[in-house]
């Protein structure tokens, strides 16, 4: 997992990129990717965990490659196809069918909580691998967060159940999500964020092709709606989120950008309580503050040498 970018400046926004851009566009991918596990969660009934999977990759390949054929793209090299390729088995693969099955045995607030183990993963393998700096602040802000999360994690309603697949395959989602994220840092470098996002969304839906024949059966006897939430889920939080987030990761380094996930959980709780009914207790808000308060000593940025040692002027 080798990088071509460089450590000093990966944080920083590159020439001709606008300084809000970046953070725009991972709010994009927050919100979307909330939404997702509320979406995931309502279609439990009507769309297997496989099936659900194939039908929102192929929107979002769609999607991708309408837009895609219209531009002038770089090809990837031998050894990015390699990355591109593991990433959309991983990523886009084995991640959302762990989740929707996850997601089937837990509730929406408790999956986006699991998934938050993924920050701290991510910023140590950025650290082997990517030679970002483990930052004292960052460590602080990840324990922070974590803490959060934690503690959205423990305000379950009474007499609520845990179900230790479904934590476990909400694990899984949340390892293949770190290790496809620190193989995307170094494309981004070289690649625009919608040439990898379709060529590793189309990989994952080749992945599912197996679910295709249930896809097709569950689909004709699902309700309108639901089959249009699929859709939703193809094109916002796939589509559109992913490349998003791809975009961020550019301007960004892949340890501060992974550690804004933090912000899903308390969007989720909100969406879910808004289109789910559920509703969370007061630990859940404390955990969400929590996590906001982590999120931001996460990404302070130690004072140089330099800039302590400057006099006034």
């Known amino acids: 997992m080798s990088s071509t970018t460089?450590?000093?400046?990966?944080?920083?926004?590159?020439?001709?990129?606008?300084?809000?851009?970046?953070?725009?566009?991972?709010?994009?991918?927050?919100?979307?990717?909330?939404?997702?596990?509320v979406a995931i969660r309502h279609l439990?009934?009507?769309?297997?965990?496989g099936p659900l999977s194939l039908g929102r990759l192929l929107v979002g390949a769609v999607v991708l490659g309408g837009f895609a054929v219209t531009r002038e793209l770089p090809r990837p090299t031998g050894r990015e196809w390699v990355s591109i390729v593991t990433i959309g088995v991983l990523w886009f693969g084995v991640y959302n069918v762990a989740l929707n099955e996850g997601e089937q045995r837990i509730d929406a607030g408790t999956a986006a909580m699991l998934i938050q183990v993924s920050p701290?993963?991510?910023?140590?393998?950025?650290?082997?691998?990517?030679?970002?700096?483990?930052?004292?602040?960052?460590?602080l802000g990840l324990a922070l967060a974590f803490g959060g999360v934690a503690l959205i994690g423990l305000a379950q309603p009474e007499g609520g159940e845990s179900d230790v697949l479904g934590v476990l395959l909400c694990l899984l989602a949340?390892?293949?999500?770190?290790?496809?994220?620190?193989?995307?840092?170094?494309?981004?470098?070289?690649?625009?964020?919608?040439?990898?996002?379709?060529?590793?969304?189309?990989?994952?839906?080749?992945?599912?092709?197996?679910?295709?024949?249930?896809?097709?059966?569950?689909?004709?006897?699902?309700p309108t709606s639901s089959v249009l939430w699929v859709?939703?889920?193809?094109?916002?939080?796939?589509?559109?989120?992913?490349?998003?987030?791809?975009?961020?990761?550019?301007?960004?380094?892949?340890?501060?950008?992974?550690?804004?996930?933090?912000?899903?959980?308390?969007?989720?709780i909100v969406m879910g309580l808004v289109f789910l009914g559920e509703t969370p207790v007061t630990m859940a808000y404390l955990g969400g503050a929590?996590?906001?308060?982590?999120?931001?000593?996460?990404?302070?940025?130690?004072r140089s040498r330099a800039t302590v040692a400057t006099p006034p002027a």
């Open 6 to 37: 460089n450590p000093a400046t990966a944080a920083e926004p590159q020439a001709g990129a606008p300084t809000w851009l970046p953070p725009a566009a991972v709010a994009v991918t927050l919100v979307l990717w909330a939404s997702a596990f």
């Open 44 to 49: 439990g009934e009507d769309f297997s965990a």
């Open 120 to 139: 701290v993963l991510i910023a140590l393998l950025a650290a082997l691998f990517l030679s970002e700096r483990f930052t004292i602040y960052l460590g």
């Open 174 to 222: 949340a390892v293949v999500y770190s290790v496809s994220l620190i193989l995307q840092k170094p494309l981004v470098a070289r690649l625009p964020a919608l040439t990898i996002t379709w060529l590793a969304c189309t990989v994952g839906a080749v992945a599912c092709l197996p679910f295709l024949g249930t896809l097709v059966t569950e689909t004709r006897s699902a």
């Open 231 to 268: 859709l939703y889920l193809g094109i916002f939080p796939t589509a559109i989120a992913f490349t998003t987030y791809a975009f961020a990761l550019k301007h960004m380094s892949a340890s501060s950008l992974g550690v804004t996930t933090y912000l899903v959980p308390p969007i989720t």
């Open 290 to 302: 929590l996590a906001l308060v982590g999120v931001a000593v996460a990404r302070r940025k130690p």
